[in-house]
């Protein structure tokens, strides 16, 4: 537990905008000397959506919650039926319906970003040198990188493509 202190000390502080400070790479090999092998493996194999794991457990929960009411959400404006198997969350409803009346699909995500930080952060609480706090820290990490793959420059083009794409074809009939 000693070599926490100075890991999760010299770990950069992680935001929700502007640029990651370190791959989850770079995390892992920071980790790999200073967790259990147990633990490290757990940090190797997560997800946004892994189940194991300390603090893991309750954000797997949370975060299929919050998969199931977009998904819930989303069928219903597209008209179609969706069954809930969950028990509604009213907090958690409202943040979902606010990321999907976003003016553009990133900054639905980037809405969606800021409320799971919220959430860990709650998560995390008053943990500063333990699992808790590093998991909790692993998790936000795989949030960024995942948000990462959303670059608005190369979503316009490929819609761009794809409008053209369309056009053409309506031109030719």
Not at 38 to 50: I, R
Not at 152 to 163: D, T, Y
Request: hydrophobic share 35%; proline share 3%; charged share 25%.
């Amino acid at each position: 537990m000693a070599s926490y202190y100075y890991l999760i000390s010299s770990l950069p502080d992680l935001k929700t905008s502007g640029e990651i400070p370190l791959t989850y790479e770079e995390f892992l090999n920071m980790c790999q000397s200073n967790v259990s092998e147990s633990k490290y493996l757990l940090l190797k194999n997560l997800t946004p959506s892994s189940e194991e794991g300390p603090l893991v457990e309750e954000w797997a929960s949370f975060y299929k919650k919050l998969m199931g009411e977009l998904n819930t959400l989303r069928s219903v404006n597209l008209g179609k039926p969706y069954v809930n198997s969950y028990d509604r969350d009213s907090v958690l409803a409202q943040a979902a319906s606010t990321a999907l009346s976003a003016k553009n699909p990133l900054e639905a995500e980037k809405i969606l970003l800021d409320y799971e930080f919220d959430y860990l952060d709650s998560l995390v609480g008053l943990h500063t040198f333990d699992d808790v706090y590093l998991f909790g820290y692993a998790v936000k990490l795989k949030l960024l990188e995942r948000q990462r793959c959303f670059v608005q420059k190369k979503g316009q083009m490929e819609f761009e493509r794809l409008f053209n794409q369309i056009q053409q074809r309506v031109n030719n009939l």
